[in-house]
Each structure stands twice: as C-alpha cells, then as structure tokens.
C-alpha cells in the first residue's frame, strides 16, 4: 500500500543512462552510478576568444560566454543521441538544473530572455519536436528559481531559412562558411523590441565547432540584444 501511494507521489523512473529502477523517492532520471560516470564539464565557461582566438581588428565576437554541463563523450553521447531521436525530454529535465547550476556556481549573472537554435522547418516536421527548445523551457525553469528579474523564453524569434550539410567533417572556416545566413529574424521589428538592451542566453543541446551557436549569436546581436551568452548539455572537446 505505501508502495503504491509512492508510486501515485513519485511516478518510477528509469535511469536514462542503463534503464535500471532509480529508487522512487531520489526523484532523478538518472542513477548514482551513472551520474558519476558523466563527464562534468570543469570549468563549465569558456570564452569566444579562447574558442576562436582573437576575433581581428575592429570587429567583436557576438557572444561573451558559453556554459555546458557535460563533455561529449562516453554515456553523454548516448544521452544526447536519444534527447534528440527519441523525443526523450527527460533528458532536459535531468540536465537543465545541472546546467543552471554550473553556470551560477562559475559567475552567470542574470539573463532576460533564453532563445532556443531553431531547426530547419523540414526537419522539425520529421522529428516532431526540437530538442534545443524542450531544453529551453527546462532552463528558463530552473533560471527562474535562482533570479530575482523574470526569464522569458522566446521560441518565436529566430528561424533556420534553410538545412545545412552536416558539419562534422568540415573544418572550421568551412563551417562557418556552410552557416552563414542560414539563421534570420522572423519579425525584425519585433526582434529590436523583444532585444534590444536585453541579456540573451541562446540555447542548444551541443556545442560542436560552436559555428551555428555563433551565427545565431550574430543575428540576435543585430537585433540589439546587450549581451549574449551561450548554454548546451554537452560540449565537443575539452
Ligand atoms: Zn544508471
């Protein structure tokens, strides 16, 4: 009988690493063990300068700040594989607060507004979903516990124009070559309302090259957004 009013309380959850029973009142998605077999990102920040070096003269990087909970490697691969295939939101339930709390822990400050990286109009009708927005609503929840101003979400203001070629044989010039203008505003007027003076935190499931991340950034800064930071489950490299 107490089993079953705990059940009822707390729905059981399986590990979203090895699928084995998480005990019901931890209340998490993923085990101990795992958890301790994820790669922590340490530190979690890294800046536009130390990804891609002096930005050349006169000009800025659009982004100030990228925060990631994990590195992408080992159970992190399969963890993100199924946020993105298999409509596992979980995943963002489980991830986001960890995030959040990196970010809080390495100096975040506050932020008015979370943008998702939209995806390309075809392939959001083939998945059915974006990963990089069901993070973003995690996100803004967990924000909104630690901050005093509100967070708004805004999955309305950027589209992806058109798909890219997959970019994980392409160096990085290349790369930023095969994103440019594939991100624009839906609305700019809108956009110059929604953003200008704001903090803006963009958000993605990875952090590859950090290309699409950038031009994203670009956009949104046109729009007059103060200042922007970036934040993603996992990252590739160190
Ligand atoms: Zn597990």
């Known amino acids: 009988m107490v089993k079953k009013v705990l059940d ?9 690493v090895c699928g084995d029973e998480i005990n019901v009142s931890a209340h998490a998605h993923v085990c101990n063990a795992c958890l301790n077999e994820l790669d922590l990102a340490r530190p979690s920040r890294r800046t536009a300068k130390s990804v891609f070096g002096e930005p050349g003269k006169g000009k800025k990087h659009p982004w100030r700040h990228s925060y ?28 986001a607060p960890i995030l959040v709390e990196q970010m809080l822990c390495e100096g975040a400050g506050e932020y008015d507004v979370v943008v998702p990286v939209p995806l390309a109009q075809k392939r959001l ?3 059915g979903y974006n990963q990089a927005e069901l993070l973003a609503e995690d996100v803004v929840e967990a924000l909104a516990k630690e901050q005093e101003t509100k ?30 203008g594939a991100y624009a505003l839906v609305d700019k007027d809108r956009a110059n309302e929604l953003l200008n003076g704001k903090r803006v935190l963009i958000v993605d499931d990875v952090m590859t090259s950090g290309a699409t991340l950038t031009e994203c950034a670009r956009v949104l800064k046109s729009a007059g957004a103060e200042v922007i930071d970036i934040a993603t489950i996992a990252r590739i490299g160190s």
Do not use: W
């Open 8 to 16: 009822f309380i707390f729905p059981n959850f399986s590990c979203l």
């Open 68 to 95: 990631t909970a994990f590195l992408y490697t080992g159970e992190v691969v399969g963890l993100v594989m199924n946020f993105k295939y298999s409509h596992q939101g979980l995943v963002a339930k489980f991830a």
């Open 125 to 127: 009708s083939e998945r």
């Open 151 to 180: 967070v708004v979400l805004l999955d309305s203001i950027l589209i992806k124009t058109r798909e890219t070629e997959p970019q994980v044989e392409m160096a990085t010039k290349k790369r930023q070559e095969n994103q440019k």
